[in-house]
């Protein structure tokens, strides 16, 4: 019976990953703690809030006080590290957050947890990890050819990607100075249900379906790595229950795509399935992103070679899957954009 501390985990990735965990284990408790940012819904957990193995707790990852107390009340095995800043674009405007966040908030949890797991001179209560979920933008840009592997050279362009590389470094110095049980994943791009309209997936929906410009930065020709989330939560589990300790995990399934490339499919899907007003008009070229990486692409031979992890969801099913999903969940989206869902958590969290 372990019990998992998931930060982060009312986010798009994190709370996929809620979901995946507590249908495939029945013998588990998660402790899912989430600050609810604008990017945090509970929405999105309804279905196991009164799972009697699952708890929900609001606070921030950098507050002591609050990781200190949840460690106390509850055996901690595993710490699975998604809460964070994720937006690029945000970061851009506005970095300070994300080094509170990002940096500070995964160094508080690397003490406490250390803390609580240390039992001699770098000896730690047995079975217990600390996985910090990163991302391939900690490698900066690729040029046409060639991908990233573990030992590619962090090289970060965003102030996202530098504050994520800083994060995995301090994880890093804590298995090296202090030999604390860890494991880092960095994954590449991932879509799927939950993802907030922020980004690009959801965002071009969420345009057609209003009929809206979509923003398409520079010339659209960059290219990102798409994963679907399920796949991304299945490798996450197998490095917790199987990764080597120390060792870091690159995640990706080989599907490089334009992002012009995934606004035209995206489009056409839903002229032909939902309304037939939605065309190429929408699409509005504008100013490129400040140090707009060209090109991610995951080499992930290592954790398929070692942990038999391999992506299960093909980018063709996946990305029906998920504009499907937004069709039928056009409540959820409605709720996230107009911010119905801050006064629903401020009745039902408000007082406590
Ligand atoms: P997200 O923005 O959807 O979710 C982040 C979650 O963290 C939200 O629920 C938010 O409320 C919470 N949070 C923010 N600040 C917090 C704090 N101080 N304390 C506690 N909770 C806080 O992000 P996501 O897309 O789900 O990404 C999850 C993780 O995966 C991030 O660490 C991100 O860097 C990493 N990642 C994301 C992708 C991707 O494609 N989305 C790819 C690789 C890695
Ligand atoms: P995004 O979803 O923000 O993820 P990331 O920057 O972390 O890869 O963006 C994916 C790609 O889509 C990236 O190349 C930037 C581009 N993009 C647009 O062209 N228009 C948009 O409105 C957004 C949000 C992103």
């Known amino acids: 019976m372990k019990t998992y501390l998931v930060t982060g985990g009312a986010g798009f990735i994190g709370s996929n990953f809620v979901l995946y965990m507590l249908k495939k284990y029945s ?3 998660i402790v899912n703690v989430d600050l609810l940012t604008y990017a945090g819904n509970l929405e999105n957990l309804k279905s196991v809030e009164n799972n009697e193995n699952y708890h929900f707790v609001q606070a921030d990852i950098g507050d002591s ?13 595993y710490v699975v590290n998604f809460a964070a800043e994720s937006h690029v674009d945000r970061s851009i405007k506005d970095p ?106 959801p965002l071009i929906i969420h ?4 009929h809206k410009e979509i923003p398409v930065y520079g010339n659209g020709e960059n ?17 917790v229950n199987q990764g080597r300790l120390g060792e870091v995990y690159n995640v990706g399934g080989h599907n490089e795509r334009t992002n012009i490339e995934i606004v035209k499919l995206i489009i056409a899907y839903l002229q032909e399935h939902a309304d037939s007003g939605i065309t190429e008009d929408l ?12 090109r991610y692409a995951i080499d992930p031979t290592k954790i398929t070679n070692e942990l038999g992890w391999e992506p299960e969801t093909k980018f063709e099913d996946g990305i029906v899957r998920t504009i499907n999903w937004y069709l039928e ?4 989206m ?16 408000g007082q406590k």
């Not at 345009?207 to 209003?210: I, T, Y």
């Not at 990102?224 to 796949?231: A, K, P, S, T, Y």
């Not at 699409?283 to 140090?291: E, H, L, P, S, Y």
């Not at 969940?329 to 959820?332: A, E, G, H, I, R």
């Open 207 to 210: 345009n057609c379906l209003h």
């Open 27 to 29: 013998d588990i408790t």
């Open 96 to 201: 300070e957050i994300f080094v509170k966040t990002n940096v500070l908030g995964t160094l508080n949890l690397l003490n406490i947890a250390k803390e609580k797991w240390l039992v001699g001179d770098d000896l730690y209560k047995e079975g217990k990890k600390y996985l910090q979920v990163s991302t391939d933008e900690v490698y900066g840009s690729l040029g046409e050819t060639g991908y990233f592997t573990e030992k590619t050279p962090l090289d970060p362009s965003s102030p996202y990607s530098a504050s994520k590389t800083s994060a995995d470094l301090l994880v890093k110095a804590y298995w090296e100075t202090y030999k604390m049980p860890i494991n880092i994943t960095r994954c590449s791009n991932n879509y799927g249900p939950y993802h907030f309209p922020e980004k690009l997936i």
């Open 334 to 349: 409605n709720h996230v954009t107009s911010g119905a869902y801050k006064a629903y958590y401020s009745k039902m969290y």
């Open 65 to 77: 006080k609050a990781i200190q107390a949840i460690f106390d009340q509850y055996d901690i095995d």
């Open 329 to 332: 969940n056009q409540d959820w």
């Open 283 to 294: 699409i509005t070229f504008v100013k490129d992103r400040k140090g707009h990486d060209l």
């Open 223 to 239: 290219v990102r790595d798409w994963l679907f989330v399920e796949d991304h939560c299945k490798a996450i589990d197998m490095v």
